[in-house]
């Protein structure tokens, strides 16, 4: 397994659209290894493939408090959403802000596994906002960008403001 470099926003090939994957492969689940490794190594509970400059439709989640639960989801798609929820979300590409995002409160998802099987759950809490976040991801799409354009400026600001001081 190997650690891979995570992508900071505002690089723009975040906002790149993932490409579904046509075939679960060992070079697949070689990804999802590595990308779990980097998601723990973070620390995080969620890592989209778009992340790691790889843009296929792969996400690594685990919400459990022991790093016991984790879930690959490939290919993912949302079928149902309900009900509203605003929780604080952070992001590995955006490393230090933390805001307030309305997302779903339920999701019914659909994915497969690193076998290739289908499969479908159903998320409420947290675990929904990881993977609408995540999935956002694979949309080219990073949660700041659901923000006003004021605080968005003052992200980049701040942002790249630190990009100088770290360089």
Do not use: W
Not at 18 to 36: K, Q, T, W
Not at 49 to 58: F, G, L, M, S
Not at 81 to 105: D, T
């Amino acid at each position: 397994m190997a650690l891979l470099p995570i992508l900071r926003y505002p690089d723009p090939r975040l906002h790149t659209v993932a490409a579904p994957v046509g075939r679960v492969d060992d070079e697949i689940r070689r990804l999802i290894a590595d990308m779990a490794e980097t998601m723990y190594e973070a620390p995080g509970i969620g890592l989209a493939a778009t992340q790691v400059d790889v843009h296929k439709r792969i996400v690594v989640i685990d919400v459990s408090e022991d790093k016991s639960g984790l879930m690959a989801l490939i290919n993912p798609e949302i079928l149902e959403r309900s009900g509203e929820q605003v929780c604080e979300e952070g992001c590995l590409s955006v490393p230090g802000i933390y805001e307030k995002v309305s997302r779903a409160e339920r999701v019914k998802v659909r994915a497969l596994n690193e076998k290739g099987e289908s499969f479908e759950f159903e998320a409420d809490g947290l675990l929904a906002v990881c993977v609408q976040h995540e999935i956002d991801h694979l949309d080219g799409k990073v949660f700041v960008e659901y923000l006003s354009q004021l605080k968005l400026g003052r992200i980049k600001s701040k942002l790249a403001k630190k990009a100088r001081i770290t360089a």
